[in-house]
């Protein structure tokens, strides 16, 4: 017999049970969105064993869905010895607290945006994820913390040996004190970023690089459009919210115009706040561009809630100005009739399958064909001591015709406001 047995080093899943509410107010069905929550489970390494729906016509105060229905919850979670209870709403601090009275101090209780925080923290590998997350999570903790030191408060009611201190309410100013400069040191390290980020816009925008954006819901594919689009290798995974931070790569359209595309972080349902408040600096790239992608998942059943969701949150962070254009990914998961369907309903957008590289070349031509909009030709006569504007004509925009004369070099070419503007001093001719 072996001397030593050896045991399984493998972290076991968390058990989760997911509660939701069926209310009139609700914008998705209940269990669609239950679903979702199970996804989300997933992708935080926890495995739902069992859930529960019940039926509201507005939260109760104390402990969201009734005491005795939490107390019934209690009961089925003990005996699927869970680990978990998750809450497909957001709870309010009391609620919260109440909730965890009731189930006992074997089971965690939290909520939808608990669990959205604790997957962005574990995805993050930027710096600036990594303080965005951080900031978000010390915002929903701070108006937790007194029921994280309710034990000592307690202790103290009790009165006797132990209770003439305070120590309960003191360690809990302290931890605000702590937990509120570590807010304010936070949000001063992201508006230093966010300065620097405006100004790597700024300079890419008087350069008069084309800039698109692929902004759309949690795993709809647009990490897979990039690395489709570029030829780069951005991370991509089947999960929620595979990648957080911005990617950002460059693309040369087939008229020669030099163009950058930015993957930008996904979006869902119910998407926290004060994640969408610390996220603000990234998604300023969505904000910035001239052109944005809506990327959709075709074969997704929900895809109309999808549209709807993205563009709540395009609108939140003011970022309707440029033109928008929908994507429509996964093409090779729906059949010929839905793929119709869609066409009929959606004339403009475009209709792909990125990880089958199908349907690229008519989406080149259309954002080739976007980036020409606002574009007029222009002819130009660049001096030969001033060779590199002719260099950024070829990198930046369609050149039409180039000729050699004595006094310089003669390109007429397609050119939108900024290289108009910048070289307007060297035009001729009526062009």
């Not at 979670?77 to 709403?89: E, G, H, K, P, T």
């Not at 997350?133 to 915002?139: C, D, I, R």
């Not at 309410?169 to 304010?184: A, G, M, Y």
């Not at 003011?318 to 090779?332: E, G």
Request: charged share 30%; glycine share 8%; with cysteine.
């Amino acid at each position: 017999m072996p001397r030593f047995r050896p045991h399984d080093t493998a972290q076991n899943k968390e058990r989760v049970f997911t509660v939701g509410t069926d209310r009139s107010s609700n914008r998705w069905p209940v269990d669609e969105s239950l679903a979702e929550l199970g996804r989300l489970v997933e992708t935080a390494d926890g495995v739902v064993v069992g859930s529960y729906v019940q039926k509201l016509s507005k939260p109760i105060p104390k402990t969201y869905i009734g005491s005795g229905k939490a107390a019934q919850i209690a009961d089925d979670a003990r005996s699927l010895n869970v680990d978990v209870v998750v809450f497909d709403d957001e709870l309010s601090p009391s609620q919260q607290a109440n909730l965890e009275h009731i189930m006992g101090e074997d089971i965690k209780v939290i909520d939808r945006t608990a669990l959205i925080l604790d997957i962005f923290g574990r995805h993050a590998s930027s710096h600036e994820g990594r303080l965005q997350v951080q900031l978000a999570q010390n915002q929903y903790l701070l108006p937790r913390l007194r029921g994280m030191w309710s034990h000592l408060v307690r202790e103290q009611t009790r009165g006797g040996i132990g209770s003439r201190f305070g120590q309960g309410e003191s360690q809990l100013e302290v931890d605000r004190r702590l937990v509120r400069n570590r807010i304010t040191t936070l949000k001063r390290e992201l508006g230093l970023l966010e300065r620097r980020r405006d100004e790597q816009s700024k300079s890419r925008r008087s350069g008069g690089i084309y800039r698109v954006a692929l902004v759309g819901y949690t795993n709809a594919g647009k990490s897979t459009l990039l690395n489709a689009l570029t030829g780069s290798d951005a991370y991509v995974q089947d999960e929620l919210f595979a990648t957080l931070d911005p990617t950002t790569r460059a693309l040369t359209l087939e008229d020669g115009r030099r163009t950058t595309i930015t993957d930008t972080v996904g979006f869902i349902q119910k998407l926290p706040t004060m994640l969408v408040e610390s996220f603000k600096s990234t998604l300023a790239e969505a904000r910035a561009a001239d052109l944005l992608l809506l990327v959709v998942d075709a074969s997704d059943p929900n895809y109309l809630e999808h549209i709807e969701t993205v563009r709540g949150v395009l609108s939140d962070i003011q970022a309707v100005d440029a033109p928008c254009v929908l994507v429509f990914n996964k093409c090779d998961l729906i059949d010929a009739q839905r793929k119709d369907e869609l066409r009929a309903k959606y004339e403009d957008a475009e209709f792909i399958a990125a990880a089958e590289r199908r349907g690229l070349g008519g989406l080149s031509y259309r954002i080739a064909k976007e980036a020409m909009g606002t574009d007029e030709v222009l002819t130009v006569r660049i001096p030969y001591d001033k060779g590199s504007l002719v260099r950024t004509i070829h990198e930046r925009c369609h050149v039409v015709r180039e000729e050699y004369e004595s006094e310089g070099t003669v390109v007429t070419f397609r050119a939108d406001a900024r290289m108009r503007s910048q070289l307007a001093a060297f035009r001729i001719g009526d062009s």
